[in-house]
T-cell receptor
């Protein structure tokens, strides 16, 4: 299997709820990064996982958390959803030591 | 001040025109520079990347980096309607864990 796969593609949640987004990495890639892209903005770094450990984190609160599994797939969890969390959430996989990403098509999250 | 500044456009050009897209940055520690293309409802796709000042060419695309001025550019020759997309500049430090993206420039190429 090639490419990065994200699920679901669209999601609507109510403020205060919790959400889990999923990502399958490109074959051979061992590093997963998550980005948040608000409408009309560039992607903003949330965190990166390597060998099932968080490898670095951007300016996002602790209610944004993640997991990486032994097969390099990953989850992004967001608790206590706020209206401003409405955005496109992008998963990007890469090979450790290389700088280019392969992005998935994203999950469009709407919080109402 | 944002670390990476990019004019959001939109930029509208006729088919066949040469397109110039630009970004400025403030962090002199950035070591790699990339351009991504993002079509509507899709994730970004890596187009070009470079680690040094100067030009790098790939088909109709040329990436230019001027580290002394903290300025990067992407040129698209013989632009096509299929080039209509949002172009994101991106940069970071080798061995670092995050890439910083510009806001993206929306490009429309009219047939």
């Amino acid at each position: 299997e090639t490419g990065v796969t994200q699920s679901p593609t669209h999601l609507i949640k109510t403020r205060g709820q919790q959400v889990t987004l999923r990502c399958s990495s490109q074959s051979g890639h061992n590093t997963v990064s998550w980005y948040q892209q608000a409408l009309g903005q560039g992607p903003q770094f949330i965190f990166q996982y390597y060998r099932e450990e968080e490898n670095g984190r951007g300016n996002f609160p602790p209610r944004f958390s993640g997991l990486q599994f032994p097969n390099y797939s990953s989850e992004l969890n967001v608790n206590a959803l706020e209206l401003d969390d409405s955005a496109l959430y992008l998963c990007a996989s890469s090979l450790a030591g290389e700088d280019g990403y392969t992005f998935g098509s994203g999950t469009r999250l709407t919080v109402v | 001040q944002k670390e990476v500044e990019q004019d959001p456009g939109p930029l509208s050009v006729p088919e066949g025109a040469i397109v110039s897209l630009n970004c400025t940055y403030s962090n002199s520690a950035f070591q790699y520079f990339m351009w991504y293309r993002q079509y509507s409802r899709k994730g970004p796709e890596l187009l070009m990347y470079t680690y040094s000042s100067g030009n790098k060419e790939d088909g109709r695309f040329t990436a230019q980096v001027d580290k002394s001025s903290k300025y990067i550019s992407l040129f698209i020759r013989d632009s096509q309607p299929s080039d209509s997309a949002t172009y994101l500049c991106a940069m970071g430090m080798t061995g670092g864990f995050k890439t910083i993206f510009g806001a993206g420039t929306r490009l429309f190429v009219k047939a």
